[in-house]
């Protein structure tokens, strides 16, 4: 029991002791201090775990990836100028197509046809009984002296309009298309042509005496226009 007033200076000495933590952490307890002492030693082992975990080589393939996509960028850019310049040739291509027809449409194709009026000789160039073919490629048309008359008849099938043929052989217009036959005066005998061939006004030209076939005006037999004297010259036989 004579200890127990020792017991009461030992608070005493502890007091600098407190200070000494006091200054150390700024108002802390003394009860806190050791808890720091012993939550310091984690921190400072924390820089050392993550240190391995974040390695600091890794910057050089975050610079290399804005240079793929710049690399990028200019691909794209060339596709684009490249697509725009096949739309331009297709656009222009189109453009000139119409423009083609138009043209065509302004100014059609000109069939140069052979003049429906034209000289065909002297009568006497013509013999009797001969069926002149001279003029069918160029003009259309045969040149017949026949019983006291010269007539031109139009080489062009009453059928369906194809070109027949003289056979000197057989002494008939032919068709070839359906087998129309006519004969030598241009009446139809054969096939199914329905009407006989057509005669073109035909006369002599007051300046030289020449004969003037003209295939504006047609005439008919089967409306008797075949006496019309416009559409044979009368020679004698």
Not at 205 to 224: A, H, M, N, R, T
Not at 229 to 236: E, G, L, Q, T
Request: proline share 12%; aromatic share 10%.
């Amino acid at each position: 029991m004579a200890d127990e007033p020792q017991d009461g200076p030992a608070p005493e000495k502890a007091a600098p002791e407190r200070d000494t933590t006091t200054n150390e952490g700024a108002g802390t307890s003394p009860a806190a201090a050791p808890a720091k002492a012993a939550a310091a030693p984690p921190a400072t082992a924390a820089p050392a775990a993550s240190a391995p975990a974040a390695p600091a080589a890794k910057p050089a393939p975050a610079v290399a990836k804005p240079a793929a996509k710049a690399a990028d960028g200019e691909l794209s850019r060339r596709g684009f100028f490249s697509w725009a310049a096949v739309a331009w040739v297709g656009f222009s291509a189109a453009i000139g197509g119409c423009v083609t027809v138009m043209g065509r449409f302004m100014f059609p194709n000109v069939l140069f046809e052979p003049p429906t009026s034209f000289k065909a000789g002297r009568p006497e160039d013509y013999q009797p009984g001969i069926v002149d073919t001279r003029l069918v490629d160029k003009y259309g048309v045969w040149i017949v002296n026949n019983g006291g008359k010269i007539y031109a008849l139009i080489a062009i099938c009453t059928h369906l309009g194809c070109p027949p043929a003289w056979l000197e052989t057989q002494n008939k217009f032919k068709c070839p298309c359906h087998g129309s036959g006519y004969y030598k005066s241009g009446i139809n005998f054969e096939g199914p042509t329905p009407r006989p061939l057509e005669r073109a006004k035909i006369f002599l030209s007051p300046d030289d005496g020449q004969i003037v076939v003209d295939k504006s005006q047609k005439f008919q037999y089967e409306l008797g226009q075949w006496d019309d004297p416009n559409a044979f010259i009368p020679v004698k036989a």
